[in-house]
């Protein structure tokens, strides 16, 4: 059993065709003006041709839905991440496969109560940092463990927020993520504008599939 992995951000061409050529699952697109890793549409059409190989996503802060849908064509966008304050719903009736992304640490028994239909094809759990994720903050992974058993029947549940190289096997054994999202973590030391480091990539990627989750109830003593 392995762990997916995403690594999000990516704005040049030559760290997109190195996650594709070390394997890497899904990449992300980041199109919030607000970002250092926004990408400018025109360059987003500039990144090599979409491959069945590997996953494109979309990530959107405070976009009108029909922006979205629009961009999501226009990119060949396999799945829309948006954050922001509109609610979830409205992304849900576009009729695209969507990330329902949750931060912090809320009830689960409410999350469970207000999942939107139909339901997402992921759900990510981030932490509430300023700027919607990419800094390196770790979620809590004592909630995120639980949350991962209560809302997997809903979508598969991914893990983002502060994980590296350094963490990642201890976030797959204590979380039992089915995919881990990763930004700031698979960057060069002191990246301004979130360019990627190969050898990072590598090293998560070696991780995610060779480090299979444990049940949840077996890393108790690992809070």
Same mark, same amino acid.
């Given at each position: ?7 999000? +951000?990516?704005?040049?061409?030559? #760290? ?6 070390l394997g890497v699952d899904s990449?992300?697109l980041n199109m919030w003006t607000?970002? $250092? ?8 059409? %500039? ?10 996503? =979309? ?13 999501a064509r226009a990119l060949s ?22 990330? !329902? ?32 994720? =990419?800094?390196?903050?770790?979620? #809590? !992974?004592? !909630?995120? $463990? ?7 029947? /809903? ?6 927020? +502060? ?26 030391? +002191?990246?301004? $504008? ?8 590598? %090293?998560?990627?070696? /991780? ?5 989750? $444990? ?9």
């Amino acid at each position: 059993m392995t762990t997916l992995l995403k690594i999000c +951000g990516v704005r040049r061409a030559e #760290d997109y065709r190195a996650c594709v050529a070390l394997g890497v699952d899904s990449i992300g697109l980041n199109m919030w003006t607000g970002s $250092r890793r926004y990408l400018d549409p025109a360059d987003a059409r %500039a990144l090599p041709a979409p491959s069945s190989a590997v996953e494109r996503v =979309g990530v959107f802060v405070d976009s009108a839905p029909d922006q979205v849908l629009e961009r999501a064509r226009a990119l060949s966008l396999d799945l829309i991440q948006p954050h922001g304050d509109l609610p979830i719903a409205a992304f849900a009736g576009l009729g695209l496969p969507y990330t !329902w992304v949750i931060r912090g640490a809320p009830e689960l028994a409410a999350l469970v109560r207000a999942a939107p239909s139909p339901a997402p094809a992921r759900i990510l759990l981030d932490a509430a940092v300023p700027g919607f994720g =990419g800094e390196g903050v770790r979620t #809590d !992974w004592g !909630w995120a $463990r639980r949350a991962c058993a209560r809302l997997s029947q /809903i979508a598969p549940v991914w893990l983002a927020g +502060g994980i590296t190289p350094d963490n990642a096997a201890r976030a797959i054994a204590t979380v039992a993520p089915a995919g881990l999202d990763v930004a700031s973590g698979s960057e060069l030391a +002191g990246a301004r $504008r979130g360019e990627k480091d190969p050898p990072r990539i590598a %090293a998560l990627l070696a /991780i995610c599939r060779g480090a299979a989750p $444990r049940p949840a109830a077996r890393v108790q003593e690992m809070e």
